[in-house]
């Protein structure tokens, strides 16, 4: 299984994604633009949101120099989830977290 992970900063939902290439469809580029949503990778790193000047578009990219906002340092502050079976719950977010080894405080 593979996903990415979209935390909207204002209301704590934790929205599953099934690709990165989803993510303009599901977060508006102005709320992303504006900060209200952390990306996350498969493996729990910090995914940049890059935009296309041309037309205000955006796509995702590995962000290594932010070390400090991993998705395991924010689970604490989600309220809801909104993904697909099996990732659709806290719970089931934090067990699959668990099984790829991150550290969850």
Do not use: I
Not at 16 to 26: M, T
Not at 35 to 48: C, I, N, S, Y
Not at 64 to 79: I, K
């Amino acid at each position: 299984m593979s996903a990415v992970f979209a935390f909207r900063v204002d209301d704590g939902a934790l929205h599953v994604l099934p690709d990165a290439a989803s993510a303009p469809a599901q977060c508006a580029a102005a709320e992303v633009r504006a900060q209200q949503w952390l990306f996350f990778a498969d493996d729990g790193e910090p995914l940049r949101p890059q935009f296309l000047e041309a037309d205000g578009r955006y796509f995702l990219r590995p962000w290594a120099s932010c070390s400090s906002a991993r998705l395991d340092q924010v689970l604490h502050l989600v309220t809801a989830v909104q993904g697909t079976p099996p990732l659709d719950t806290l719970d089931a977010v934090q067990t699959y977290v668990n099984t790829k080894g991150w550290r969850h405080e």
